[in-house]
């Protein structure tokens, strides 16, 4: 009796934990090194072993890039290492190609931006979103050396006003 308790609380906590994003590899070092001037949320086409390693927590994002090949767009250097327990045919290529799931009039808008201006598309995060992998892209613009001093720097007053205001409120 006390077993079937303890099982039905446990069930019972499963369900109310909330069904919010999951992060499994993010790109902090894209932020530093391009601005980022529009984000979008894309699917992924992904095999089995490669969702299960991703469930692990395994990605890695550092050299990743996307690109718009035949009016479709790639994820290029996303490196999911493959899954311990799959094995002859259930293994993967870690660095294989991903096909990106988006809309045909975003792809169409992204064409027209990467080919006016140099702007590169970048990985900002992969997730899980309602038990769906996703991966969010930045519309990116290179950043040059000054430049990114010139954020440490506005970052850092950013900070040091915050932190005189939080002071002085006290």
Not at 47 to 68: C, H, M
Not at 103 to 116: A, G, P, S
Not at 127 to 142: C, D, I, N, P, S
Not at 149 to 166: F, M, N, Y
Request: glycine share 6%; net charge positive.
């Amino acid at each position: 009796m006390a077993q079937a308790k303890k099982t039905k609380a446990k069930r019972d906590a499963k369900k109310a934990e909330p069904s919010g994003d999951r992060t499994v590899a993010s790109n902090r070092r894209a932020r530093h090194d391009y601005d980022i001037l529009e984000t979008f949320e894309c699917g992924m086409v992904l095999t089995g072993s490669e969702v299960k390693s991703l469930r692990e927590g395994k990605a890695q994002l550092a050299d990743a890039y996307a690109r718009v090949d035949n009016r479709e767009l790639w994820l290029f250097g996303l490196h999911v290492p493959p899954w311990k327990f799959a094995v002859g045919f259930g293994t993967h290529d870690p660095d294989r190609k991903r096909k990106l799931l988006i809309h045909r009039h975003e792809i169409e808008d992204l064409i027209v931006q990467t080919q006016r201006q140099p702007l590169t598309l970048i990985p900002l995060k992969v997730y899980f979103h309602e038990g769906k992998a996703k991966v969010e892209l930045g519309l990116a613009r290179g950043r040059k050396v000054h430049d990114k001093r010139h954020a440490i720097r506005e970052r850092d007053e950013k900070r040091e006003a915050d932190r005189a205001h939080r002071n002085a409120s006290r």
